[in-house]
């Protein structure tokens, strides 16, 4: 898909249609927002009050409708699927607006250039706010809370109003309902955004998603270990802080993910021990699996984060570590597929963290394969199997005590 900007979206749209039926072709929803914002967006999401003979006639496909609403599309060679949402009248199209979630995508743009804008969106839009369609916008769909704190991820300010619409009412029941997938999808679009830590704070603040949740809500209540390590306190603050730092070196949803709960285990500790967490990194490799699975998480977060756990704490000790444990820890990440992601939850897990050394040349020789570590084959078949694998590491050792991983291209290495 084509990245449009103002400028370009409308003319281009004037090629789908023909003149006397733009002001009966609308652009709706985020599409809208991001023109009036002025920023490029990705998505055109199209309402058009025709007849279903004209979007026939002009090459549109019928889709077979699960819902109320009736789509079309057909592909273009420049920018792939468009979809249209057919409606009968402009009242309907009015209606469906005021249906919405917040003003700011409670917009429609004809492909006239009018714009329709029953709620004041686009004064929304230029002041930053986040507001409610109505009273019962959260009503109609309680997603729309998670929603709200993602967009608040993303920057803007939800309004005084909106707060209490969703602080005045106990959403745990309504949540039962919602498919869990949903909420996490929520959660990781938030993790993308500049500010993925409000979403986790908006949560607490709102006492929204305990359910949902409900690692969130017991951290607060944890210490994060003892303050001479942790000045901040809780492990609430400290997972706060430590997504904080990694945001502000990587936008990948998956490392910040990873940084947020890089002490899931901590949630495991007996009362009793606080303020410290012995085998909290081991306790965190076993939670992973059934948490990310509660959440109905991708394999890899779950992987990525039962490794992240296990490992961060190594990598904290990094400069006084053994080399055979630098390379054993490396072999790890490469299984796990965090080699990018250890070393910055690891930076990030204190104030004025400072990066694993040489991490890039231990990962590079933990990658070479007996030939690259100048091993002939007939030794290495000389060697008991069950040996194997404690001489191959002594060669890695030999190789980074020398200073020289051995290759010319670091990076390729890395890449294979």
């Given at each position: 898909?084509?990245?449009?900007?103002?400028?370009?979206?409308?003319?281009?749209?004037?090629?789908?249609?023909?003149?006397?039926?733009?002001?009966?072709?609308?652009?709706?929803?985020?599409?809208?927002?991001?023109?009036?914002?002025?920023?490029?967006?990705?998505?055109?999401?199209?309402?058009?009050?025709?007849?279903?003979?004209?979007?026939?006639?002009?090459?549109?496909?019928?889709?077979?409708?699960?819902?109320?609403?009736?789509?079309?599309?057909?592909?273009?060679?420049?920018?792939?699927?468009?979809?249209?949402?057919?409606?009968?009248?402009?009242?309907?199209?009015?209606?469906?607006?005021?249906?919405?979630?917040?003003?700011?995508?409670?917009?429609?743009?004809?492909?006239?250039?009018?714009?329709?804008?029953?709620?004041?969106?686009?004064?929304?839009?230029?002041?930053?706010?986040?507001?409610?369609?109505?009273?019962?916008?959260?009503?109609?769909?309680?997603?729309?809370?998670?929603?709200?704190?993602?967009?608040?991820?993303?920057?803007?300010?939800?309004?005084?109003?909106t707060r209490a619409c969703i602080q005045r009412h106990d959403w745990t029941p309504q949540f039962t309902t919602i498919p869990v997938e949903r909420f996490s999808n929520e959660m990781i679009k938030a993790l993308g955004?500049?500010?993925?830590?409000?979403?986790?704070?908006?949560?607490?603040?709102?006492?929204?998603?305990?359910?949902?949740?409900?690692?969130?809500?017991?951290?607060?209540?944890?210490?994060?270990?003892?303050?001479?390590?942790?000045?901040?306190?809780?492990?609430?603050?400290?997972?706060?802080?430590?997504?904080?730092?990694?945001?502000?070196?990587?936008?990948?949803?998956?490392?910040?993910?990873?940084?947020?709960?890089?002490?899931?285990?901590?949630?495991?500790?007996?009362?009793?021990?606080?303020?410290?967490?012995?085998?909290?990194?081991?306790?965190?490799?076993?939670?992973?699996?059934?948490?990310?699975?509660?959440?109905?998480?991708?394999?890899?977060?779950?992987?990525?984060?039962?490794?992240?756990?296990?490992?961060?704490?190594?990598?904290?000790?990094?400069?006084?570590l053994r080399d055979s444990t630098r390379i054993k820890i490396a072999e790890q990440a490469i299984r796990a597929d965090i080699v990018d992601i250890l070393p910055l939850v690891a930076s990030a897990d204190k104030p004025?963290?400072?990066?694993?050394?040489?991490?890039?040349?231990?990962?590079?020789?933990?990658?070479?394969?007996?030939?690259?570590?100048?091993?002939?084959?007939?030794?290495?078949?000389?060697?008991?199997?069950?040996?194997?694998?404690?001489?191959?590491?002594?060669?890695?050792?030999?190789?980074?005590?020398?200073?020289?991983?051995?290759?010319?291209?670091?990076?390729?290495?890395?890449?294979?």
């Amino acid at each position: 898909m084509l990245h449009f900007n103002m400028n370009r979206i409308l003319p281009f749209l004037h090629t789908l249609f023909p003149t006397e039926l733009h002001e009966r072709v609308f652009l709706v929803g985020g599409t809208v927002r991001d023109i009036v914002r002025g920023t490029a967006n990705q998505d055109i999401d199209l309402v058009a009050v025709i007849s279903p003979e004209q979007l026939l006639a002009l090459g549109y496909c019928r889709i077979e409708a699960t819902s109320s609403a009736t789509i079309y599309f057909k592909h273009h060679h420049s920018v792939g699927k468009i979809e249209v949402t057919a409606i009968e009248s402009m009242k309907e199209l009015r209606e469906d607006l005021l249906r919405r979630d917040f003003t700011i995508n409670a917009m429609a743009l004809g492909l006239d250039g009018v714009l329709r804008d029953p709620l004041n969106g686009k004064a929304d839009v230029e002041a930053g706010l986040l507001r409610a369609c109505s009273t019962r916008s959260f009503l109609r769909d309680p997603l729309r809370i998670f929603r709200a704190f993602r967009f608040e991820a993303e920057g803007w300010l939800m309004t005084t109003e909106t707060r209490a619409c969703i602080q005045r009412h106990d959403w745990t029941p309504q949540f039962t309902t919602i498919p869990v997938e949903r909420f996490s999808n929520e959660m990781i679009k938030a993790l993308g955004k500049s500010i993925p830590e409000l979403f986790f704070q908006r949560m607490l603040e709102c006492e929204v998603g305990a359910a949902i949740l409900p690692e969130l809500f017991r951290m607060p209540h944890i210490p994060a270990g003892p303050l001479v390590h942790h000045p901040e306190g809780d492990l609430f603050t400290h997972s706060f802080q430590v997504l904080q730092r990694v945001a502000a070196v990587t936008a990948d949803p998956l490392t910040r993910f990873c940084a947020f709960f890089h002490d899931l285990g901590k949630l495991a500790t007996d009362p009793a021990h606080y303020p410290k967490h012995h085998g909290h990194d081991d306790s965190g490799f076993d939670m992973a699996a059934s948490f990310c699975n509660r959440l109905c998480l991708p394999a890899s977060y779950r992987k990525a984060l039962a490794w992240v756990s296990r490992l961060h704490g190594k990598a904290n000790t990094w400069d006084g570590l053994r080399d055979s444990t630098r390379i054993k820890i490396a072999e790890q990440a490469i299984r796990a597929d965090i080699v990018d992601i250890l070393p910055l939850v690891a930076s990030a897990d204190k104030p004025g963290g400072v990066p694993m050394a040489r991490w890039e040349a231990v990962v590079a020789i933990a990658r070479m394969n007996s030939q690259e570590l100048g091993i002939e084959r007939k030794k290495l078949e000389s060697i008991p199997p069950e040996n194997r694998p404690s001489y191959l590491l002594q060669k890695r050792v030999d190789k980074l005590r020398r200073g020289d991983p051995g290759i010319h291209d670091v990076k390729g290495v890395l890449q294979r």
